[in-house]
């Protein structure tokens, strides 16, 4: 695990040493600002979450153990099409597409719950944000997997 | 902190905001990978916007040396994208 005190200049080391820890240090390392982060940046860290998510299939436990969205994503259509259509690799890239999805959703379900607003229109909200991330997240995978 | 007093309309701005920069720094960065004689331009979107391929380059190898190629550069970017993320990151909120 990563530790507060770590600088750019060791993730950098690190990723020379071994390549396929990058991605897994750069989701510890957002896990540990997420708070700090204002809205936009998170958006942002969150699509870069993707590139990570279809690079290294560990950092989807990471991902896991920092999101808090419970279970209602699992319905996911655009996951479910790729179930169908490839088998298990697009299961798993499409789960980590759900899984990057629901970070980006995160603040705005946590808002609404809050707000005592959990109506079926936003859990639709939700699954539209994860459908479009999965979609782009698919996408770039296909790139990196197709041989 | 946690902004959970910033309006829905003002956030639906920050996420418009944040989508357009990941837009802007995926078509901003760009790769290049020359591997066997073959020279592929990629950038993070992910796009390919050149291929060169040298004249001592086999037609019946050609495929699998052009998919080697594009594999290494799209690996090489999404890695980019990452240290670039990682330094940002690091720069967030210190």
């Known amino acids: ?147 | 902190m946690h902004n959970q007093n910033i309006p829905n309309n003002e956030k639906t701005k920050a996420m418009v905001k944040g989508f357009q920069e990941v837009a802007q720094t995926l078509r901003s960065t760009v790769t290049t990978v020359k591997q066997n004689d073959i020279t592929v331009t990629i950038t993070a979107e992910p796009m390919v916007i050149d291929i060169q391929i040298g004249p001592s380059t086999n037609i019946t190898t050609l495929p699998n040396k052009l998919k080697d190629c594009l594999n290494e550069a799209f690996k090489e970017s999404t890695q980019k994208m990452i240290e670039a993320a990682s330094k940002e990151l690091e720069n967030s909120n210190r």
């Open chain 1, 1 to 147: 695990m990563g530790n507060a005190n770590e600088t750019i200049q060791d993730v950098q080391l690190e990723a020379q040493q071994n390549p396929s820890n990058l991605a897994t240090r750069f989701i510890e390392r957002l896990s540990q600002k997420w708070d700090s982060l204002p809205p936009e940046k998170r958006v942002y860290f969150t699509q870069l979450g993707l590139m990570v998510a279809v690079q290294a299939v560990d950092t989807l436990t990471t991902y896991a153990a920092f999101q808090t969205v419970p279970g209602a994503m699992e319905q996911n259509p655009v996951a479910g099409f790729f179930l169908d259509k490839g088998g298990m690799v697009a299961l798993g890239l499409a789960k980590m597409g759900v899984a990057a999805g629901q970070i980006t959703a995160m603040e705005l379900l946590r808002n609404k719950m809050l707000n005592g607003e959990t109506t079926p229109i936003n859990n639709n909200i939700m699954r539209f944000w994860n459908s479009v991330l999965t979609a782009v997240s698919v996408n770039n995978a296909a790139h990196l997997l197709m041989k």
